[in-house]
């Protein structure tokens, strides 16, 4: 008999809620996302990619904008790609790839997105290959395509307010937790890995993000992103939305 994930929807909830009460604005963002996306197809459905797309919380919202939109999710986690094979079954194309790798490409269908978007994951890869990997996502984008990252990009010219941001929004994260509000990252991993289909694939994962390594998160300034993207050969680059200490930047396409 095969195995199957129960109430996808479910899981998908409780992630988002996890998520949301790390980063309270994270609506916003995906909206603000989408808002550059709607604005480079001129409102037709898009051709999109979910880069590093996890549950395929872009993906789903996408959808949500856009019914028509053709998009696919790549990611390389195999507990959120579990959940995103789940929930999307039939409206999206999932691909397992590591960024890491500079092949990953070679396991999309086809090019030519009109957008590339991707959230609060790139600060895992090292900055080497962060650079190295605008100018690859540069190349699946067609001429007019938008490829936006929103993450954790502090401003630097408000050092002291970033870090009264980040602590006021540590605590009261904190008090969500103790109260029993909501789900932190650990628990929801715990409960993951309790689950008879998701557990397995929690100690695949293990394997392939060791502890230590996957601990070491990277987060320069929003403006160290906007040169690379030109220096990745992106015609215009800049923001397109803050919230605190986080921020989206775009790289446009032009030819």
Sequence with gaps: MTAYLESPSTWQESWDRQQQTFMPDREERFAAMLTAVDAVTGGRPPRLLDLAGGTGTIALRTLARFPAAEVTVLDQDPVLLAIAGATLAGRATIVDADLGDPSWRAKLPGDGFDAVLTATALHWL????????????????????????????????????????????????????????????????????????????????????????????????????????????????????????????????LD
Excluded: C
């Design 126 to 253: 090292p900055a080497e290959r962060v650079a190295a990997l605008y100018g690859e996502i540069r190349e699946v984008l067609r001429p007019g395509g938008v490829f936006v990252n929103a993450d954790h990009m502090p401003e630097e010219s408000l050092p002291t307010l970033s870090e009264r941001l980040r602590d006021r929004a540590r605590e009261l994260r904190d008090a969500r937790y103790a109260t029993g509000a909501s789900t932190s990252w650990g628990d929801w991993w715990q409960r993951a890995a309790a689950d008879p289909f998701l557990g397995p694939k929690v100690v695949e994962r293990e394997r392939i993000y060791p502890s230590a390594e996957h601990n070491q998160e990277w987060t320069p300034p929003a403006v160290w992103h906007v040169d690379a993207l030109r220096a990745a050969g992106f015609a215009e680059a800049g923001v397109v939305w803050r919230g605190g200490t986080d921020a989206a930047v775009a790289g446009l396409r």
